[in-house]
């Protein structure tokens, strides 16, 4: 273990995101065009090498990592990533190795995720409509989805789901969705919509839904209590009392929790964004090729990278305009 990573400001840098792929099963409307473009495999940092970049910052103090993508799930040979993650596990430096699915290979992997230490997962589901979740995902199926949450729950992994608030899409269906989570003992977090890459003709402001009227919407159905729980992150949490659920709210528009961030992100092409809403990055690819045999010159362009950690972000809705629009994807950074 070397020294812990710590920002300009303070921050300690104890959570890592991997975007593994950015190539996905799926073709959400909010997330990627349907004729979407994806990086040439050459590019992409080999299983090797995101071992290789995880192992540096587990090294320098972070203790949980996040597989994100694209579709981590479609990334050939995936498992044999999870499994030489366990390691760190098992040595206690990393205290959680989770990630984010679509879960549509979850009934194939839920098994091994588990094998591998991995105990909690997140899935992505805006509907349980199947209709509507075809026309959400463009090329997804519901049922499909919903085998592999079974499957997740069965090998034990806890199920949390997230879901991106739509208005006039999921909007009607809030208590439903609600009420299936209690059911199934999965707490439930609402996404708002960002202004993220270029996804063709849908317009994101007439998709915008805002959190505050989510809020609001559960105050009409149930006894709604804030939580003071924390992750450092841009969730805020309540509870539902009449089923005792915890709901979340991430509003990554808004400023109020970049004072506690402690995170970064990794591209599956080894760049490094230090902050979700800024387009400022560290290539970290060039610090791990050109150096094979020693770890020396990565854990340099890593400390280097953090010292640019801005203070926040500047997205902005207010003037009915996406300002501060990101041209990148979420597939690319991982959300
Ligand atoms: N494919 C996996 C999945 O869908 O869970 C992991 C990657 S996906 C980019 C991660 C999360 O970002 C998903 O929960 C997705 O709903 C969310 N997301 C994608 N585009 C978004 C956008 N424009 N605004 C808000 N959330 C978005
Ligand atoms: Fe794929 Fe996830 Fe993006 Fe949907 S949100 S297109 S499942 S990466």
């Given at each position: 273990m070397t020294a812990p990573l710590i920002d300009p400001?303070?921050?300690?840098?104890?959570y890592l995101r991997v975007?593994?792929?950015?190539?996905?099963?799926f073709r959400c409307v909010y997330c990627m065009s349907e004729d979407m473009k994806f990086l040439p495999k050459k590019d992409l940092l080999t299983l090797e090498e995101l071992d290789r970049m995880c192992t540096a910052f587990v090294h320098m103090g972070v203790e949980k990592l996040r597989i994100t993508g694209?579709?981590?799930?479609?990334?050939?040979?995936?498992m044999s990533f999870f499994n030489a993650m366990t390691r760190h596990l098992d040595s206690g430096a990393l205290k959680e190795l989770t990630l984010t699915t679509n879960g549509s290979q979850l009934h194939r992997f839920a098994d091994d995720l588990y094998a591998a230490g991995v105990r909690r997962v997140n899935v992505s589901l805006d509907t349980l409509d199947e209709d509507k979740f075809s026309q959400i995902?463009?090329?997804?199926r519901l049922k499909q989805v919903l085998n592999g949450i079974d499957a997740a729950q069965k090998a034990g992994l806890r199920v949390k789901i997230n879901a991106v608030a739509l208005k006039d899409f999921n909007e009607p269906e809030l208590p439903q969705i609600t009420q299936w989570c209690a059911e199934r003992d999965m707490d439930l977090t609402w996404i708002e919509v960002m202004p993220m890459?270029?996804?063709?003709?849908?317009d994101r402001l007439d998709q915008y839904w805002s959190l505050k009227d989510v809020r609001k919407e559960y105050e009409n159905h149930y006894t709604v209590t804030d939580l003071a729980?924390?992750?450092?992150?841009p969730a805020r949490y309540v509870r539902l009392?009449?089923?005792?659920q915890k709901i979340g709210f991430i509003?990554?528009?808004?400023?109020?929790?970049c004072e506690s961030c402690n995170r970064v992100r990794l591209t599956c092409t080894g760049e490094l964004y230090m902050?979700?809403?800024?387009e400022d990055m560290a290539d970290l690819r060039g610090a791990l090729r050109d150096h094979p045999d020693t770890e020396q010159p990565l854990e340099d362009a890593i400390r280097a990278a953090i010292n640019l950690k801005p203070k926040g972000h500047d997205f902005d809705y207010s003037r009915q305009s996406?300002?501060?629009?990101?041209?990148?994807?979420?597939s690319h950074t991982g959300g």
């Open positions: 400001f303070a921050r300690s840098i104890t975007s593994v792929t950015d190539r996905c099963d694209g579709e981590p799930l479609v990334r050939r040979n995936i995902t463009r090329w997804g890459g270029d996804i063709g003709n849908e729980e924390r992750t450092g992150g009392e009449e089923t005792n509003t990554p528009l808004s400023h109020n929790f902050c979700l809403g800024q996406v300002d501060g629009k990101m041209s990148r994807h979420m």
